[in-house]
């Protein structure tokens, strides 16, 4: 089956860009998700991208694709403290089945 | 519009013990997820539905764990008889369609299992 990997940590300053990254294995995924965790909350669809684009930008979020290298990336521009969460990738077949990752805690220093 | 409502929030169950969840997905939403997140692990999915159809039940311990989902609206989520390492936070999402549509998330119920 599919498996999705990610760091597990990552500590920026407020202000910095924070750079997350996602591997996955099933090449014929075609949708790829960024979700966002806050302690006690369920899970916030933050941005995705299709398996046919390289990049999608919205707002201070930018998603990189390299399908080749099976590599999905988030970078958040002028991180603040409010980013502080966990991050989930998730990668999606046609059919609707998503796996994620262990997801990303992102930790913003003041 | 109303988000994904799920009940309860906390529960704490002695091993062996029944225990079941419930769900009430965003109105007019055709699929509905149930997973399974252990601390420190990402959501893992036990069953998806269309409707009142179960699409994919292919990680659901079946021995132990059933759901339902009645009319194609509220779904339920039982475990019997329940196991230390059920131990997690279940999740329900649903969304309009499978695929290349947004799945939104309830907040989750907290089973610990003692």
């Known amino acids: 089956g599919e498996d999705v990997e990610q760091s597990l940590f990552l500590s920026v300053r407020e202000g910095d860009s924070s750079v997350i990254n996602c591997t996955y294995t099933?090449?014929?995924?075609?949708?790829l998700y960024w979700y966002k965790q806050e302690p006690g909350a369920g899970l916030q669809l933050l941005t995705y991208?299709?398996?046919?684009?390289d990049m999608k930008q919205d707002q201070r979020l930018t998603v990189l694709l390299n399908k080749k290298d099976k590599h999905l990336s988030l970078r958040i521009a002028d991180t603040q403290t409010g980013d502080s969460a966990i991050y989930f990738c998730?990668?999606?077949?046609?059919?609707?089945?998503?796996?994620f990752g262990d997801g990303t805690t992102l930790t913003v220093k003041p | 519009e109303a988000g994904v409502a799920q009940s309860p929030r906390y529960k704490i169950i002695e091993k062996r013990q029944s225990v079941a969840f419930w769900c009430n997905p965003i109105?007019?939403?055709?699929?509905l997820y149930w997973y399974q997140q252990i601390l420190g692990q990402g959501p893992k999915l036990l069953i998806q539905?269309?409707?009142?159809?179960?699409?994919?039940d292919s990680q659901l311990p079946k021995d132990r764990f059933s759901a339902e989902r009645l009319k194609g609206v509220d779904s339920t989520l039982k475990i019997q008889p329940a196991k230390l390492e059920d131990s997690a936070v279940y999740l329900c999402?649903?969304?309009?369609?499978?695929?290349?549509?947004?799945?939104?998330f309830g907040q989750g119920t907290r089973l610990t299992v003692v």
């Open positions: 999402a649903s969304s309009h369609g499978t695929a290349n549509t947004e799945a939104f």
């Open positions: 099933d090449s014929s995924s075609t949708y």
């Open positions: 991208i299709f398996s046919n684009m």
């Open positions: 998730a990668v999606t077949t046609n059919a609707g089945k998503s796996t």
């Open positions: 109105s007019g939403h055709a699929t």
């Open positions: 539905f269309q409707n009142n159809g179960v699409v994919d």
